[in-house]
């Protein structure tokens, strides 16, 4: 069975140093692959989202992530990260890319805090 | 804004109830999602269906049933309810199949079971 892993659980991080998130996927066949935010009290937003073509995706709010086949990952990383960047951060995975239901299997989160 | 609804935001009920959530897909999507946040399961998948069809279910209780109506938004039914099913519900709406469209997410149901 598809899953995705966010190997940290907290990531504690001063303002302007950089971030990287760590997400792993396991699946032998086709897969996209997501970040989204979700801020306190909010629903889900995407950050970024690999489909297909460059490996380097870039994402909103200066995010980006590069996939990594050989190694099954999708790590997210910003150069320098600001405040409002804490949140809960979730990688996500499809894999049934030719039936019709492309439901999204999560990571169990990662919760990026930044501090002064 | 997502575009996509869900009401109530909060809801407060004793084990044993039933309740309804409800979502309003954006404008022109066919596909409905219903998502599950715990603490102790994450994210999980519950249901999908496209255009007033299931599509496939997830990791779905028995107690908990789903539909899409003919105006496309659909209604999560949770029954004798437990304290364990205090959660948040989300719901995201896509241009469904047979390509992939980006789901886009409500701001969720939250609901605790006393």
């Known amino acids: 069975a598809q899953s995705v892993t966010q190997l940290d659980s907290q990531v504690p991080v001063f303002e302007e140093a950089p971030v990287e998130l760590r997400c792993n996927y396991s699946?032998?066949?086709?897969?996209?692959l997501f970040w989204y935010v979700q801020y306190p009290n909010q629903g889900l937003q995407l950050l970024l989202k690999y489909l297909s073509g460059s490996t380097l995706v870039k994402g909103i709010n200066g995010f980006e992530a590069e996939f990594n086949k050989s190694q099954t990952s999708f790590h997210l990383r910003k150069p320098s990260v600001h405040i409002s960047d804490t949140a809960e951060y979730f990688c996500?995975?499809?894999?049934?890319?030719?039936?019709?239901?492309?439901?999204?299997?999560f990571g169990k989160g990662t919760l990026l805090t930044v501090n002064p | 804004d997502s575009g996509v609804t869900q009401t109530p935001k909060h809801l407060i009920t004793a084990t044993g109830q039933r309740v309804t959530l409800r979502c309003s897909p954006r404008?022109?999507?066919?596909?409905v999602y219903w998502y599950q946040q715990s603490l102790d399961q994450g994210l999980q998948f519950l249901i999908h269906y496209y255009n007033g069809e299931e599509r496939a279910k997830g990791n779905i209780l028995e107690r908990f049933s789903a539909q899409q109506f003919p105006d496309l938004h659909s209604e999560l039914n949770l029954s004798s309810l437990e304290l364990g099913d205090s959660a948040l519900y989300f719901c995201?709406?896509?241009?469904?199949?047979?390509?992939?469209?980006?789901?886009?997410f409500g701001p969720g149901t939250r609901l605790t079971v006393l």
């Open positions: 404008s022109g999507d066919l596909s």
């Open positions: 996500a995975a499809i894999t049934n890319l030719k039936g019709s239901n492309y439901k999204l299997t």
């Open positions: 995201a709406s896509s241009g469904g199949p047979p390509s992939y469209n980006e789901q886009f």
């Open positions: 699946s032998s066949v086709s897969v996209y």
